[in-house]
């Protein structure tokens, strides 16, 4: 079954990915573009970016893609394991995520994002391994 970039954009919006505010802007084989506009209730007590905003955002991109790229037999997916390196933050303005499949096994996907600040300057690298799911 293949499912469109609008599909996607709606059937976020009920969820996490809804209430965080993020936005699908292209979708490829492989690839997911995506990005998250910046208010006050993405911030952590400091007044930065919340580190699970920026999650949030990159674990989506890499999510849908994971979603666009599963392997014949494969139902769905569930993360097994993340991480994240933090190299900067922000207050407020548009971040983006591009996602990049790295590895799209029978099993397993591996997926690599990196997040840009408001001026294009990487802020996050994170990656993800999903694990493929399958009627039993």
Not at 51 to 70: E, K, P
Request: with cysteine.
């Amino acid at each position: 079954m293949e499912i469109t970039l609008a599909q996607l954009r709606e059937a976020g919006a009920g969820f996490l990915p809804g209430f965080f505010g993020v936005e699908i802007d292209s979708v490829a084989d492989g690839l997911v573009h995506a990005r998250l506009p910046v208010g006050q209730h993405h911030l952590a007590l400091n007044g930065y970016l919340h580190a699970a905003a920026l999650v949030a955002l990159a674990d989506t991109a890499c999510g849908y893609g994971c979603i666009l790229s599963l392997p014949e037999g494969g139902t769905g997916f569930t993360t097994i394991e993340l991480k994240t390196n933090f190299l900067r933050t922000t207050r407020e303005g548009m971040i983006a995520c591009e996602s990049r499949l790295v590895h799209g096994g029978r099993t397993t996907q591996l997926w690599d994002a990196t997040v840009n600040d408001p001026e294009g300057r990487p802020m996050a690298l994170f990656r993800c391994t999903q694990l493929v799911l399958r009627e039993t």
